[in-house]
Every structure is written in C-alpha cells, then in structure tokens.
C-alpha cells in the first residue's frame, strides 16, 4: 500500500478543484492506497504527493522534496496554471521539473508545457458518474451556467449575450456560482434584475447546481481559459449539450470542429450562437446533442480509475 499525500488549494471552494481533489482521493483509496488530502504539506513521511494545482501547491512540492527526498512527486496542473502560459501564470518551472509526472486534464494542456517536460505528462480526463436527464422547464429554454463570477470566467459575457437576441426567443440563463468581490456582486445582482433573460442565484450547493444542469436545454461556458473544466464533464455525464468559448480547454475535451464554439469575448458570436441553437437552425441543436452523446465515455469513472493506476503503476521510484 502507496501512502500519499494530496495536496491541493486551501482557497478551494466546494466546487472545481476541491470537487476533484475529492474524487481524486477517493479513487486513489479504492486502488488501495492510504490517502491523506491537505491544504498543506504537513511534514510527515509519504510515498507519493499529489500537488494539484502547480503554483498554489508549490510550497507543498518543494517542502515535501526537502523532507522526503526519496518520495515521488505528482503535480496537477490546472487551468490558471497552463493559460495563458506557464510564466504569465507565475509556474515555477523548478516544481515542475521536480515531478516524476505531470497531470493535465485533457490533451492540449500537454502542448502549454516544455518539450522536455511532456514525456512526463499524462491526461487524466475529470470523470462524473452519470447525472440523470431532469424535465426540462416547458416556459422558457433553459441555459445552466454554473460558474462562479471572477475575471477568469468572463462572467457577464452570457447575460449580454442574451440581451441581443430576438424579442420572441424564449432563452432564459440561470446562473449559479459565487461572486468573488463586492464588485461583481452589484454587477450581477444589477443585471439580474434588469435582465429578463438572465437569473443569478448565488452560491448553490453541488447537488441543486446539478439539477439545474440537469434539467436545462444547454450548458454554456465562456471562460477565458480552462484547463478541462470539470462543468463540461458534468454536462457530458448528464447529456446537456455546450456551447463554450473557444479555448483550448474545451477543444481539449469536444474536439476541434465541434459546432457549438463561439470566439473568446465576443456577446454578439455567442448571441448568434444560441439563436441558431435554440431554433435548431439546420440542425445545429440536434448535432450538439450527438456529439455530446458520443463524447460521454470520455467522463465515465472507470476511465479515470484506470488512468491513474495506470500512472501510479508507471511511478518511477526513489524521487523525481
């Protein structure tokens, strides 16, 4: 039995990186292996650290290679650290290269690093056991975005988005996710209530943030960078079809020519966009929802089970 320790922010909210450090531990545990998930690292002896997270986890790469030189080191890199690049996005490269592997969370990540780093690295899709179809609302076509509202995620992107559409389109935006300044929550809290097309929730909890998904007609992402968001895996496992930003994160995981991109930024793409979705317009939603359909063996857990023993199993021994 491999004792590791898994570390990952401590500013981790109840979504994103917390939801996969989570099943990260709990996968790793039913491989067989003793986990211990921290915020940081806590000194004592372990086998293997899992550093989710390249440069918020930095300090607990370097202290665990100072205090067990013989370990081995696995760092996680997410979005934030891959997008726009490594030094944009303040990576030390020395954690990195004290790694005997890296983790992206979906293939283009692979292309962000150092070609001498990219032997090291392995993709390990972020899985979601399948979320059932709820009804959808019979008054309006529903787009879920679960996001919380920082600068990362262009956050008001979709509400303007939906202001330009048609007067007799019947799109409505619920949204959930935490606002992360005072500034955005006036500004979201503003454009809820002058927005008829567009619902900001708040904070929800996991499960109601998946029966949203569940139930709506589309999910939409319009972050500026991604490293594999784990929302896109959700609507996967649920069979929600996405429309997204056209970032290399979401390329990653639907495929170059997937016909539900729209450019970085752009309301007026994004608008066009829906109309064409909402009105199946030459069958844009039905075409949506089969390559939707045809992606879902890309989330199913026992892939994810099986990359990482896979990965534990090709572990270089005595350190990096």
Not at 161 to 183: F, K, M, N, Q, W
Request: proline share 8%; charged share 20%; glycine share 8%.
């Amino acid at each position: 039995m491999t004792t590791i320790a898994l570390a990952y922010p401590s500013s981790t909210t109840v979504h994103g990186n917390a939801v996969t450090a989570m099943r990260w531990a709990a996968i790793l545990r039913d491989l067989g292996h003793r986990v211990t998930p921290m915020h940081a690292y806590d000194g004592r002896p372990y086998d293997v650290l899992v550093a989710l997270h390249a440069r918020k986890s930095a300090s607990a790469v370097r202290d665990f290679r100072a205090a067990c030189p013989e370990g081995t080191v696995i760092v996680a890199l997410t979005g934030t650290d891959l997008y726009p690049d490594l030094e944009t996005a303040g990576v030390d490269l020395a954690v990195l290269a004290a790694a005997a592997r890296l983790v992206v969370l979906q293939p283009a990540g692979a292309a962000q690093l150092p070609d001498a780093l990219r032997p090291r690295t392995r993709v390990i899709t972020q899985a979601v056991p399948p979320i059932p179809r709820q009804r959808p609302r019979s008054d309006c076509f529903e787009v879920a975005f679960l996001a919380h509202l920082r600068p990362v995620k262009d956050p008001l992107r979709l509400a303007a988005a939906v202001r330009l559409l048609p007067t007799a389109s019947r799109i409505r935006v619920t949204h959930a996710g935490a606002a992360y300044t005072d500034e955005l929550t006036a500004e979201a809290s503003a454009e809820s209530a002058r927005n008829p097309r567009y619902d900001w929730l708040g904070p929800l909890p996991r499960d109601e943030a998946l029966r949203v998904l569940a139930r709506s007609r589309v999910l939409a992402l319009t972050s500026l960078h991604e490293g594999g968001a784990n929302v896109v895996s959700e609507a996967l496992a649920a069979g929600v079809p996405v429309v997204s930003s056209h970032i290399p994160g979401s390329v990653g995981l639907l495929g170059d020519d997937y016909p539900g991109y729209f450019p970085v930024g752009d309301a007026e793409a994004l608008a066009r966009l829906l109309d064409l979705v909402e009105r199946n317009e030459e069958g844009r939603y039905d075409d949506l929802v089969e390559r939707c359909a045809s992606l879902g063996g890309l989330v199913d857990p026992a892939r994810e089970r099986d990359a990482w023993r896979g990965l534990l199993a090709d572990l270089p021994t005595g350190g990096a």
